[in-house]
């Protein structure tokens, strides 16, 4: 069953181009004002709603902000579609509790794209919520003298053996939860990003944010919100309690600590991983090299052969030719001695290649000895390793835009 999508947006041009692309997958619905727009939130239930921001009376921000007051459409998805393009404008989309932020003008394909991505999260969204329903009869016990300091020990302690990133953020997400805060973290490694969420789930524009500010300063915070950037890694933090709370300060201070030993730990296991690429690829060097001489040696063996056998050949016939010439007996023993003596001549040097190519063969040997010691070296180097690029990346990473309707 496809979503139901509530457009609001007082340009008419708009409305009639969503209708032809969108309109086609998904059941649409108008609204052409923010009054209009909470009318028919009220009476079409939509799953999504597409959201202008430069409306009359009532902008899209001051709409979203009455959504996200009604608990009845906590699980609507908002995306704003705007001319605004600044930093600070996406921003305070996100504060007012925004899932997505897309400029205008935009490709049809890219809002198709981000409608399917939010689908996904709404799906996994009610997978959660049903599970939390169902673990509220049997709630964790939580120890009154669990120290919060000492988590940040443990944890810092727990992660100098792991080499896999997952693992390393399934612990970071274990600790902020048993905090109760929500987190969403990115990965930058080998000009790629890797996103994580503490639920699983990451709205498009918490990615946006992340990538945005990934070369800001250490910490950035806006509202309750509170980023923590690190060249392998930035964390967002969604719930920072309030700064005159005593949590606010511990926090501050510890989740700083915290992501720059993951940091750290991951640029110990992206240095790990290029030492494995190398080693392996010196391997593959030395294989080729050793498959090389082997095609040597065999072309030189089968050619030597070839030639000892046509000076045999050539003796014998040479021979024969003397003999039936009518020359006198001491002119075909001075012919004879000189063609014997030349094609000797000429086995002694095939005969020394021969010794040549078993000289080969012993550096041969010893380049597949080589070999071995180096598989052996990367099978080890490979089994300590962290492989990052075969890390799962979170649903909704944006693609870039292909040619298409431009709205």
Request: glycine share 2%.
């Amino acid at each position: 069953m496809s979503s139901r999508i509530l457009l609001i947006d007082d340009d008419a041009i708009v409305h009639k181009i969503a209708q032809r692309q969108i309109g086609k997958e998904y059941e649409l619905f108008h609204a052409y004002s923010a009054k209009e727009g909470l009318e028919q939130l009220t009476s079409t239930k939509p799953d999504l709603v597409l959201l202008d921001i430069e409306m009359p009376e009532t902008n899209g921000y001051q709409l979203c902000k009455q959504i996200r007051a009604d608990e009845q459409y906590d699980n609507v998805a908002i995306v704003f579609l705007s001319g605004k393009s600044a930093e600070k404008d996406i921003m305070l989309g996100y504060e007012l509790g925004a899932d997505d932020y897309i400029v205008k003008p935009f490709h049809i394909d890219e809002l198709l794209k981000k409608i399917k991505v939010l689908e996904q999260n709404q799906s996994k969204n009610a997978a959660l919520r049903r599970k939390t329903a169902q673990s509220k009869d049997n709630p964790p016990s939580n120890s009154e003298s669990d120290n919060e300091l000492a988590q940040v020990m443990a944890f810092i302690e727990q992660s100098y053996p792991v080499d896999c990133l997952e693992t390393l953020t399934n612990q970071f997400f274990t600790l902020t939860n048993s905090w109760a805060l929500k987190c969403s973290a990115m990965f930058s490694h080998t000009g790629t990003e890797t996103f994580f969420a503490n639920n699983n789930v990451i709205k498009p524009l918490e990615q946006q944010i992340l990538m945005q500010t990934k070369n800001s300063n250490r910490i950035l915070q806006f509202g309750n919100r509170m980023v923590v950037i690190y060249p392998n890694i930035s964390v967002l933090v969604k719930n920072m309690p309030p700064s005159a709370s005593p949590k606010y300060e511990f926090y501050k201070t510890c989740l700083p600590t915290l992501i720059g030993t993951i940091n750290a730990k991951v640029a110990v296991l992206l240095e790990h991983q290029a030492i494995s690429q190398q080693t392996q690829q010196l391997t593959d060097a030395f294989i080729e090299i050793k498959d090389q001489l082997v095609n040597l040696v065999s072309q030189l063996n089968f050619k030597n052969g070839s030639i000892l056998k046509s000076i045999k050949s050539t003796s014998k016939q040479i021979d024969q030719h003397l003999e039936s010439l009518d020359l006198p007996a001491q002119t075909q023993n001075q012919l004879r001695t000189i063609t014997h003596s030349l094609l000797d001549n000429i086995t002694n040097d095939t005969t020394n290649a021969s010794s040549l190519n078993k000289d080969l063969a012993m550096v041969i040997m010893n380049m597949q000895a080589v070999v071995s010691q180096q598989q052996t070296l990367a099978k080890k180097i490979n089994q300590q390793n962290l492989t990052v690029n075969e890390v799962q990346q979170s649903p909704g990473k944006a693609d870039a835009p292909v040619d298409a309707g431009l709205v």
